[in-house]
């Protein structure tokens, strides 16, 4: 990349109607992720259609050129259509009140970084009179499911302090987060 195009702004992807990025409500950061997230789908599967009609398309035909044109035009939108899916995870994120730490591998919440059980009952299952072995088995199966998926996090209780999102070493780096599993 030459100093010319180094410092040339990138273009920026145009909105769609109702779209505000500068909004103060999650709600809007969530509709657009599920907007967005439908809109890669439906693209997805047209470009696997228009793949599939143009292998059957004879290239003698000259519809071959603009069908291949097609696609690429829709891969280019896809590839927007994924920018404002990502700018609007972000948002989530900082409407949320979450900070994500990548150096610590950690998650803070409203400037917390580990939740108490009893919070958790009551900001995850919205109900403070479930026991706190409930939360526990529930935390187990939880840890079960994220190993499982491989997302490189898991659930960590620090005693007296609460749970804490913690993100695994990808870089051959241990995680600073003390590893106590007792729920």
């Known amino acids: 990349m030459d100093a010319v195009s180094a410092a040339w702004p990138r273009p920026v992807d145009d909105l769609l109607d109702g779209e505000d ?31 599939q009609v143009l292998a059957r398309t004879s290239p003698r035909t000259g519809a071959a050129p603009r069908l291949a044109a097609d696609i690429v035009t ?24 979450l900070h994500l730490d990548r150096e610590a591998r950690t998650v803070e919440f409203r400037e917390r970084k580990a939740i108490k059980g009893q919070q958790l009952l009551v900001e995850a299952w919205h109900d403070s009179r479930l026991p706190e072995e409930t939360l526990r088995t529930y935390i187990v199966r939880l840890r079960g499911k994220l190993s499982a998926l491989q997302a490189g996090l898991e659930i960590v209780n620090i005693p007296r302090r609460g749970y804490v999102l913690s993100f695994s070493s990808t870089d051959g780096l241990p995680s600073p987060a003390p590893r106590n599993r007792a729920g």
Not at 26 to 37: G, S, V
Not at 77 to 97: H, S
Request: hydrophobic share 40%; no cysteine.
């Open 21 to 51: 990025p500068e909004t103060a409500h999650p709600q809007d950061a969530r509709h657009w992720i599920a907007m967005y997230r439908e809109m890669i789908a439906f693209n997805l599967d047209l470009v696997e259609r228009a793949r």
């Open 74 to 97: 829709l891969e280019e939108q896809r590839r927007r259509y994924e920018r404002r899916l990502e700018f609007w995870y972000a948002q989530q994120w900082k409407l949320e009140g």
